[in-house]
């Protein structure tokens, strides 16, 4: 079982839909969680880190179920700059190691 | 500040060969990794440095050298290459620590080996 995994895709939504992407983890001892997003044939940059209580940043909510092993990202009114691939985080153990899930593409549409 | 660089962008070489992927950056970033990107896999860890003489393997160190002799540089030596090494390859960077610090990528290295 990979160790942080994410539906790949593709989404397919409209401008304006509201899409949703789910993560899970294996390691009951993972400490930090984060969503990633990478452009086509660029660098992964941080989207948005995620807490237990959850939070906000504009469109996009993220959310951690610690009892399931259960990351969500949910963007709202969706635009055509949304379209990209979102990749799973997961920071267990020694500081600052990341383990990547393989990514979920989104593509928004006219 | 120019962030994480990383040379060349694009590199061919034949099996056997060897070279260097050099990665720097100019953040004071004790914490520098290098990972590897291949469709369906994901980033996975190759190796990574705590700090200034300090190495560590990650997932998929094998027929792969790191050395950190400054904070700001560390090179990813491949030792002979094989046509498994086709990937491309990303040097990131961060604070230390054990709080949520975020990662700097560099803009990537797309190795082929022939």
Redesign the interface.
Known sequence: RKE?EQD?GPFNVPEGATVAFNCTYSNSAS??F?WYRQDC??????LM?VYSSGNEDGRFTAQLNRASQYISLLIRDSKLSDSATY?CVV?TGT?????????TRLQVTL | NAGVTQTPKFQVLKTGQSMTLQCAQDMNHEYMSWYRQDPGMGLRLIHYSVGAGITDQGEVPNGYNVSRSTTEDFPLRLLSAAPSQTSVYFCASSLAGTSNNEQFFGPGTRLTVL
């Not at chain 1, 044939?41 to 941080?46: F, I, V, W």
């Not at chain 1, 500081?95 to 990514?103: C, I, P, R, V, Y």
């Open positions: 942080v790949p400490q930090s984060f044939r660029k660098e992964p940059k941080l880190s990749l920071r500081a600052s190691k990341l383990t990547f899930g393989t990514g």
